[in-house]
């Protein structure tokens, strides 16, 4: 079984900067994926990027530029970096664990709220 605990979520005006963090515990497998995912109000859960444990990174499109992935493998740590937010980035978000054997865990999510 694996844990995810996000933290880092919160109040920010456009523009302006958050860093998330997830952390994994239990059984990690090093061959692995982790990433952050969010869900707007009303909208479907969608990617905003990933990295695999040798760094191979993936973004969203809307993100690019903006927002930065990376990762601890010796804390099995995730972090995401998001500057120049923007209102449409407010949801919440979620971190991901996924195995080569296709497991796939879930963090409790963590609320990121942008005003204008």
């Known amino acids: 079984q694996v844990q995810l605990v996000e933290s880092g979520g919160g109040l920010v005006q456009a523009g302006g900067s958050l860093r998330l963090s997830c952390a994994a515990s239990?059984?990690?497998?090093?061959?692995?994926?982790m990433g952050w995912y969010r869900q707007a109000p009303g909208k479907e859960r969608e990617l905003v990027a990933t990295i695999t444990s040798v760094g191979s990174t993936d973004y969203a499109d809307s993100v690019k530029g903006r927002f930065t992935i990376s990762r601890d493998n010796a804390n099995n740590t995730v972090y995401l970096q998001m500057n120049s937010l923007k209102p449409e980035d407010t949801a919440v978000y979620y971190c991901n664990i996924r195995f080569w054997s296709g497991a796939t865990y879930w963090g409790q999510g963590t609320q990121v709220t942008v005003s204008s």
């Open positions: 239990g059984s990690i497998f090093r061959r692995n994926a």
